[in-house]
């Protein structure tokens, strides 16, 4: 039987505001525990929550970047449940009335179509603390310092049919949110964190089948993983004669297995009702144009422009716009290069290979924009070949400060027209036999035979002569 | 309200609920439902519903951190921490 995958994704993001979304305390990752945990975080009887302006001002701008909707009312509700690191008992969350309604996103297909995936919502909650369950004498420690850091959720329709699918849509909120500056984008302090409904369906069903939830992933690759996993299990559970079970599912990264969460006899009987303690939250029109208005470039809009101004191709542009890190990086590059095309080539192929084999971020990369463009400018006032360009860029790689020095100190250089004129000379003086072959040879021949001559001007300059010129000084001279 | 629906209303809200006292419960939950039928038979059809019972609107603040770091005072109350975490029986789920 053919199988269709059904999946619709929820996506915590975490905001990058200063503060937490109802109290003063920071929210910087990386402090010892519970020392950004104050009395509201940790729900001392009588305080009182104060909602963050910036943390709506950025729910709105992720809004207009999906073309949602935006709540102008907005209502904070109570979800109740107990967990140690939930310490009110409950997570103040949206449901009926959140602040970003129905929108879209629209992703590209690894054959270049175009898909959209329906937002059904986006609502602002408050983040958990954090439960370490090492053993503390059989004990579970908690540290509140996430407590109350902002998240919007983003709830999509099920309208993916493949992990490749998640993982395109997934790519492109994280673009979207950095790209909006509203996020760090730094999946591995568990900046963005994906739980996956997933079903399977006989192809041609309307109907949905079961789905299970798995929760907490928080990289692509774990959620590709987690996709293919789960959806042959379900397979073989029906093919089987057997049924799928609604339930939870929790993946652990360092088996990259996924299993059941106990399941709970009462599980989303969360009793939700609106908080008491907060009152409805109402922009006006004014408020969310000034946003629309100061809404910095979008990764559509910037591969658009990648295009057009730089004549970039569309997959080139797509690579290059996607993160606003990349972008920023290219755009740097060619402005110091003055050559778009050599700048994009350079990136995706030379420096992208090394920040992936040292697994860094472009903001981590050990050569500048300035160097990089620099060193294109030396390919094309011809100082340098492509091949000595690489050896100059691996000098940078570990630590040289300037394209010049290097060239300089290091005697990369082409060879000069004179000089190479001067060699080019020499060796035809010192090869007379060759030389007389050459002459004597025909047009298929010689072309094999000149190989020769490169290699002594190549082996007398150390591989410094321009391979163009020599060629073409080489047939001259040959006659 | 029956004895089995109380059961759940107490474990969801950790409440500990003796056999002898959930007739009791049930029927002081029952009357107050009775009242809410009471309500429900308004007819509000018109009529939005509250978020809050007060006619206001949130005041947002400004994002500033304003707290400073008050571990030792809230985990001097804490009846067991180490290495600056509270600790509580062991939660795996």
């Known amino acids: 039987m053919q199988w269709e995958t059904v999946i619709g994704l929820e996506v915590h993001v975490q905001l990058a505001t200063q503060s937490k979304i109802f109290s003063g305390s920071s929210t910087a990752f990386g402090a010892a525990p519970n020392t950004q945990a104050n009395a509201i975080d940790v729900a001392m009887p009588g305080t009182l929550p104060v909602p963050n302006e910036q943390a709506f001002r950025y729910a709105v701008m992720f809004g207009l970047a999906i073309n949602a909707d935006i709540g102008k009312r907005s209502v904070f509700e109570r979800k109740n449940y107990f967990y140690p690191d939930l310490p009110k008992g409950y997570q103040t969350t949206q449901l009926a009335e959140p602040i970003v309604g129905t929108g879209y996103v629209d992703i590209t297909l690894e054959n270049g179509e175009e898909k959209r995936i329906r937002i059904h919502h986006a609502h602002l909650e408050e983040d958990a603390g954090k439960s370490l369950h090492e053993d503390f004498h059989g004990m579970s420690g908690i540290d509140l310092n996430r407590a109350g850091t902002p998240l919007i959720e983003i709830v999509s329709e099920p309208d993916i049919r493949s992990s490749d699918e998640a993982v395109a849509f997934a790519r492109k909120l994280h673009s979207i949110v950095t790209s909006l500056g509203i996020c760090d984008g730094d999946m591995s302090q568990g900046s963005m964190r994906f739980d996956v409904n997933i079903s399977v369906r006989p192809k041609g069903q309307e109907e949905f089948g079961t789905r299970t939830e798995t929760k907490n992933l928080n990289s692509f690759k774990f959620m590709e993983k987690c996709i293919a996993q789960e959806v042959e299990r379900q397979i073989e559970l029906i093919e089987d004669g057997g049924k799928v079970e609604q339930q939870t599912r929790l993946y652990d990264g360092d088996t990259h297995t996924a299993k059941a969460m106990r399941s709970k006899e009462e599980a989303n009987d969360y009793r939700y009702f609106p908080c008491p303690d907060l009152l409805p ?70 420096l992208s290979a090394r920040l992936n084999a040292e697994e860094l971020s472009i903001g981590k990369s050990k050569v500048s924009s300035e160097q990089l463009g620099k060193l294109i400018t030396r390919i094309k006032d011809e100082t340098l070949t492509s091949k000595l360009a690489k050896q100059v860029f691996d000098h940078l790689w570990q630590g040289a400060a300037d394209v010049d020095d290097v060239i300089e100190t290091q005697g990369f250089k082409t060879t000069g027209d004179d000089e190479l004129a001067g060699i080019v000379d020499n060796i035809i003086a010192s090869n007379p036999q060759q030389v007389d072959n050459y002459r004597a040879a025909d047009e298929i021949k010689r072309k094999k035979m000149i190989g020769f001559f490169v290699g002594q001007v190549m082996k007398a300059t150390q591989g410094q002569a321009n391979p163009q010129k020599l060629n073409a000084l080489l047939q001259e001279k040959l006659g | 309200m029956e004895a089995k629906e109380i059961e759940k209303l107490a474990k969801l809200a950790r409440l500990e609920i003796t056999q002898e006292t959930i007739d009791e419960t049930a029927k002081s939950i029952t009357e107050v439902l009775a009242l809410v039928d009471q309500l429900q038979s308004a007819d509000t059809g018109d009529i939005a519903p509250m978020a809050h019972p007060l006619d206001a609107v949130q005041v947002l603040r400004k994002d500033e951190v304003t707290e400073s770091d008050t571990r030792e005072q809230l985990q001097a109350i804490a009846p067991a921490t180490e290495d600056g975490l509270y600790l509580v029986p062991k939660v795996i789920d």
């Open chain 1, 281 to 350: 939250v109402i922009l006006d029109d004014q408020y969310i144009d000034e946003i629309r208005q100061s809404l910095p470039e979008l990764p559509d809009a910037r591969a658009i422009r990648f295009t057009s101004e730089y004549g970039l191709s569309p997959y080139d542009a797509g690579i290059l716009s996607a993160e606003a890190d990349v972008a920023a990086f290219f755009e740097a590059t060619t402005k110091a290069s003055s050559d778009a095309k050599l700048s994009a080539n350079w990136i995706m192929g030379e």
